[in-house]
Every structure is written in structure tokens, then in C-alpha cells.
């Protein structure tokens, strides 16, 4: 209830003070923004001005107005991502129905306001941990987690655990009491009640105020240890694992102790923004540059075999999240084979596709992607979902591309690794999450945008 009267409060307030005629007059002598001139809107027009901008901006931080416990950096640019959006729809409003369209500068002004007040109000209130450790443990192995609650010194609150089917056969299922050395039976998990299942994680984290979590699965490879990964990561939870089960990829170094921290965001706060800054930066800068060539391209493919322009298909992203990938179209419509095949040795491929492929052309509609936060510039490619299975029969380790975002190019790609040498493949993506960095981002895009520039001049030339 605080966040909504106090974003009800701010937009009401930031509608009244951008209608300032001192505010406005000011606004009117900034180069491009101010023009045309600013006109102030009299009090019957105010208060509808005041109302409809404040169903719009209601509407659009919905989402911030359930109490979680987010990172500062993550509540800033939700919200400036909601203000923005609550923006582009006051404008559409504007646009298809006059009586509710708000100035231009009033609209600006207010965007202005919002931007900067909210953020600092959704930080002031956003759901802070507890002073004291508040600890649960996720898992589906028995074992794994009994060595957790021996070495660990963290009030425990109690466990997570997905079905039983989960739990190996021979192993007792989770909370079951099993028998020491010395024949007595022992019962440490059914000392600690049941929060639920995997489904209910989100629950459990706001409902418990969850701070810590201890993760104990049998297998680190499936999807429920990695859609743990990702509700820890979004609530700002603390991630702990046995230093026995843990895997070097993902664990903090740390001196002595059995128990190691996760590292679910391996940059610095300013790494991040940096990195998504130049995300934005370099998306928005492509699409404005290859605006003419996105033409012509589409233009060519019509002529072509008169198909669809854009491929669609399902990726997997981070922690086994999935999304849409769009790129443009370079093969006949057709059935999809999930074996992965060298361009040559695929004759669906039509005559513009072989130049989009060869020229990197085909992968212009995945700065879209990138663009929106699915992607980034850099990180592991991301394959199709229904070919990750052949490719983890043929790479051991393979979910562990999973722990970054994807990137439309990264380490593997620099050095001609495709998903038709997986181990290969995967050997330069685990080099990259090792070591990635704002700086060896940078150092892979140059070498990338010379490599599009001499396959281009080529696949061009030999035409």
C-alpha cells in the first residue's frame, strides 16, 4: 500500500510542477527539447491531465508493488523501465485520442521527474533483510542436504523440496529418518517443517523473508537447480552450497569451510551498468545504421522464394529460462532436423540465405533481443531448446553455459566453434564465464566486428 500512494503521490506531484509556467518557460529554452513552445494547461484540463497520467503510471508499475526483497540496482532499472513504458503509453493515448493527450514538454518533464523521484522511493521502501540470518534449504538430495545442516551455523527456517520422484530410488525420500553408525535413527530434516515445493519458492522467499539459501540437489544440471539459481538471484538471496557439491564455475573463492557462496552476479554494480549501457548503446546504434540494409534485405528475400522474412525459434536463456529469438530467414520453410549441420552440407538453405550466413547479415533482428535485456552483446550463443539435448548427450557440462545471459557473439564464436563441435564449443564458453569482463567484452566485439567485416568482403566479392 506504501509503494502505491507514494507512486500516486510523486505523479500527481511531478504533472502539477512540469505544468509550472516557471518550469515550462525554462524548459522552453533547451535546444530540441523545448520546441515547440510549451503551453501550460488550465485547471479543468490539469486535473484530467493529472488523472489519466495517473491510471497510466498505476498500471504500469504494477509489477513493483509486490513486496520483494530486490537488489538496489535491480529496483532502479525496473522502475525506470515501468516509467518509460507508462510514457510511450501516455503518448499512444495522446495519439489515438486527443482529449487525453498531455503536451509534449508537460509529458517530458513529468518522464523526467518520475524517473529520478521513483527510484528513490522504490529504494526507500523496498523490502530490506532481517538483521539476523534467516535460512532455508532448496534441495532433492537427502544427503547433500543433512551435510549442509551439519556444517552449517545459519538458523535454519526449514526445507524446499520438489516431489519425490525427483529423489533417487534408492535414496530415502527428503525428511524420512535414516540410521546412524551406531544403529539409532536420526531425524534433523524432520525436525525442520516443509515450506513446499520449487513452485512455491517465490512465496516462501517473501513470506519467510529468506536472506540465505543452502541449495542441495543431486544433480546440478536440471532445470529446477537452475530455476533456484534464478528466484535467488532475483530476491537478493545469498546462495550456499557444500564445498563437496559445488561447482568451481559458479563458487566464490573462499578459504577453508565447507560451505561456499554461489556467485550468481559475478560483475561489480558498475560492470553492470556499463555492460548494459553498451547492450543498449550498441543495439539502438545498429538498428539505427542498418535501417537501409534491413531493407534491402527484405526486399531480397521476398524476391527470393517469396517466404516469410523472419525465423522464429525457441532459446534457452539464463539459469534455463526460455525466449524467442528472431533472425531472418535463410533456409526453405521446412521441418527443423536438431542435429546440428555445417551450412554446406544443408541444401535447404536459398541462395540469399547462403549470403546472409556468410555475411552475419541473418543475425540483424537479434539486436531486438538484445535491446529488451534477453540477450547481450556478449555471452554464450544460445541454442535452440529442442537441440540442447543432443548436445548435452555430446558434451558433458553442457547446462553450464547456463549460468550467464547469452550473447549474440562471445569467445566460441571469435574462434570458429560452432554447436557442431559441442565439447569445443563449450570449452570457450566456460573460458568466458570464468573470466568475463566489461574489458573482454569490448576485446571480443572487435575481433568480431572485423571478423563480420572480412567474411562480408568475401562472401561480397566471391558473388
Known amino acids: 500500500m506504501t509503494s502505491v500512494v507514494g507512486t500516486a503521490a510523486l505523479t500527481v506531484l511531478a504533472v502539477w510542477v512540469a505544468n509550472l509556467s516557471t518550469v515550462q518557460t525554462a524548459f522552453a529554452r533547451v535546444p530540441y527539447l523545448g520546441r515547440p513552445a510549451p503551453a501550460t494547461l488550465a485547471n479543468g484540463d490539469l486535473v484530467g491531465a493529472v488523472s489519466t497520467a495517473l491510471v497510466v503510471v498505476l498500471a504500469a508499475m504494477w509489477p513493483l508493488f509486490k513486496p520483494r526483497p530486490r537488489r538496489i540496482l535491480d529496483t532502479i532499472l525496473l522502475t525506470h523501465k515501468r516509467v518509460l513504458l507508462a510514457m510511450v503509453g501516455l503518448a499512444a493515448l495522446g495519439y489515438y485520442d486527443y482529449s487525453y493527450a498531455l503536451p509534449r514538454s508537460t509529458l517530458l518533464l513529468m518522464t523526467a521527474a518520475l524517473v529520478a523521484a521513483l527510484s528513490a522511493w522504490m529504494v526507500a521502501i523496498r523490502r530490506r533483510p532481517s538483521l539476523q540470518t ?51 535413527v536420526t531425524h534433523r530434516l524432520d525436525e525442520l517443517p516443509n515450506l513446499g515445493g520449487l513452485s512455491r519458492l517465490d512465496e516462501v522467499f517473501v513470506k519467510h523473508d529468506i536472506d540465505t539459501a543452502l541449495l542441495a540437489f543431486a544433480e546440478t544440471d536440471r532445470a529446477e537447480f537452475f530455476g533456484t539459481l534464478d528466484e535467488c538471484y532475483e530476491h537478493g538471496v545469498t546462495t550456499l552450497v557444500h564445498r563437496d557439491h559445488a561447482d568451481d564455475i559458479l563458487t566464490k573463492s573462499t578459504a577453508g569451510g565447507d560451505i561456499v ?179 573482454f567484452d569490448l576485446k571480443i566485439v572487435i575481433r568480431q566486428i572485423w571478423k563480420v567485416l572480412e567474411d562480408a568482403s568475401k562472401a561480397l566479392t566471391n558473388q
Open 134 to 184: 534467516r535460512a532455508v534449504i532448496i534441495g532433492d538430495d537427502p544427503e547433500a542436504m543433512e551435510d549442509l545442516l551439519g556444517s552449517t551455523d545459519a538458523p535454519v527456517l526449514g526445507y524446499v523440496s520438489p516431489p519425490s520422484s525427483y529423489v533417487a530410488d534408492e535414496q530415502r525420500a527428503v525428511g524420512a529418518p535414516t540410521m546412524s553408525d551406531g544403529g539409532a
Open 261 to 439: 557462496e554461489v556467485n550468481l552476479e559475478p560483475w561489480d554494480w558498475q560492470d553492470y551498468v556499463a555492460k548494459r549501457v553498451f547492450d543498449v548503446a550498441f543495439s539502438l546504434s545498429g538498428l539505427l545504421v542498418l535501417t537501409p540494409l534491413i531493407a534491402l534485405i527484405a526486399v531480397a528475400i521476398e524476391l527470393d522464394d517469396r517466404g516469410p522474412l523472419l525465423y522464429s525459434q525457441e532459446r534457452t536463456a539464463e539459469f534455463g529460462d526460455t525466449f524467442t529469438v528472431y533472425k531472418f530467414r535463410t533456409m526453405a520453410v521446412g521441418d527443423e532436423d536438431t542435429t546440428p549441420t555445417e551450412d554446406g552440407e544443408n541444401d535447404r538453405i536459398t541462395r540469399v540465405g547462403r549470403v546472409l550466413r556468410k555475411t552475419h547479415f541473418d543475425e540483424i533482428p537479434q539486436l531486438f533481443a538484445i535491446l529488451t535485456g534477453k540477450m547481450s552483446v556478449v555471452g554464450p550463443r544460445a541454442a535452440w531448446t529442442d537441440e540442447e539435448t543432443v548436445l548435452e548427450n555430446e558434451a558433458e557440462s553442457w547446462r553450464k553455459r547456463w549460468f550467464v545471459k547469452p550473447g549474440l557473439t562471445g569467445l566460441a564464436q571469435i574462434n570458429d566453434a560452432s554447436s557442431t563441435k559441442p565439447k569445443e564449443k563449450l570449452r570457450y564458453d566456460i573460458a568466458y564465464i570464468r573470466h568475463q569482463s566489461f574489458w
